[in-house]
Nanobody, 126 residues
Framework: QLQLVESGGGLVQPGGSLRLSCVASGFTLDLYAIGWFRQAPGKERERVSCISRSAGTTLYADSVKGRFTIARDNAKNTVYLQMNSLKPEDTAVYYC???????????????????WGQGTQVTVSS
């Protein structure tokens, strides 16, 4: 079965850190650009970060720039999202998505995933 599986979410206090993982099952992740997205209740989906197939290009939303870092380990078929200095407004379901073309995921107005996961809940609260 071809799928992405996210993990690493949880409850953390403001200022804390989490590392999310996105693991591909059934296909080779290094052929795909990966994006992390989040959606909070009552809000629209937000693109958080993207990484190209080679990791040569990374993109971040202004809201997370300087706090989040995206990285990939193609040998492990995994993409990570390191989240530091978390804020309550980071609370959302985070999920990853894949497309062979970065432009299909990471350009404003474009969201055309070929694969996506079910998401992992991140809650930032004291």
């Amino acid at each position: 079965q071809l799928q992405l599986v996210e993990s690493g979410g949880g409850l953390v206090q403001p200022g804390g850190s989490l590392r999310l993982s996105c693991v591909a099952s059934g296909f080779t992740l290094d052929l795909y650009a990966i994006g992390w997205f989040r959606q909070a209740p009552g809000k629209e989906r937000e693109r958080v970060s993207c990484i190209s197939r080679s990791a040569g290009t990374t993109l971040y939303a202004d809201s997370v720039k300087g706090r989040f870092t995206i990285a990939r380990d193609n040998a492990k078929n995994t993409v990570y999202l390191q989240m530091n200095s978390l804020k309550p407004e980071d609370t959302a379901v985070y999920y990853c998505a894949a497309n062979r073309l970065m432009s299909n995921l990471c350009v404003p107005g474009r969201y055309e995933p070929q694969y996506w996961g079910q998401g992992t809940q991140v809650t930032v609260s004291s």
